[in-house]
């Protein structure tokens, strides 16, 4: 299956543009009066939906989407590594991932680093840690240090 990078940044915008759309719709949930939310919940049949469900999304976010959109990123970066001689059948650990593709690619050590710290905070909101530097990092800087990666790649691959 051929791949494209700019169709690879395209999928990471995308859960970028989902991000801000449940951004607004939780701000919405988050200044509505009781009243409002009951009509907006009930018409969906939610009625047990809690103020501290609302408050727990709105918590979670960030964390909910920034999984998201590097799921999105290792599913590319491993389609290209795939294709690299005897990598087909084998198998490594994110890191290993990232390290081998910025290597063959000839990515600059700073942007392969700066993926490699989203990955570290990805695995501490899984994990739900704090391990060490990349524990606190905004969504949008995550996006970007995505996006500078993949934007090292070849054009088209696969």
Known sequence: MPHSRFEW????????REYQAVRVALDWLLGATPDEMHDVTDARGWDDL????????????DATYLIR??????????????????NAGREVEGSV????????????????????????????????????HAATMAFADARGNLLNF?????????
């Open 150 to 158: 993949l934007g090292e790649l070849p054009e088209a691959w696969g």
């Open 97 to 132: 991932l990232i390290d081998e593709v910025g290597a063959e690619c000839k990515i600059l050590t700073d942007v392969t680093r700066d993926a490699q710290a989203v990955r570290v905070h990805r695995n501490n909101l899984v994990h739900r840690r704090i391990d060490d």
């Open 69 to 86: 959109m590097y799921s999105v990123f290792e599913r590319a970066v491993s389609s290209y590594w795939r294709l690299l001689p005897g």
């Open 50 to 61: 809690a103020v501290a469900d609302i408050y727990a999304a709105d918590r979670n976010l």
């Open 9 to 16: 940044a395209d999928r990471i915008k995308a859960a970028e």
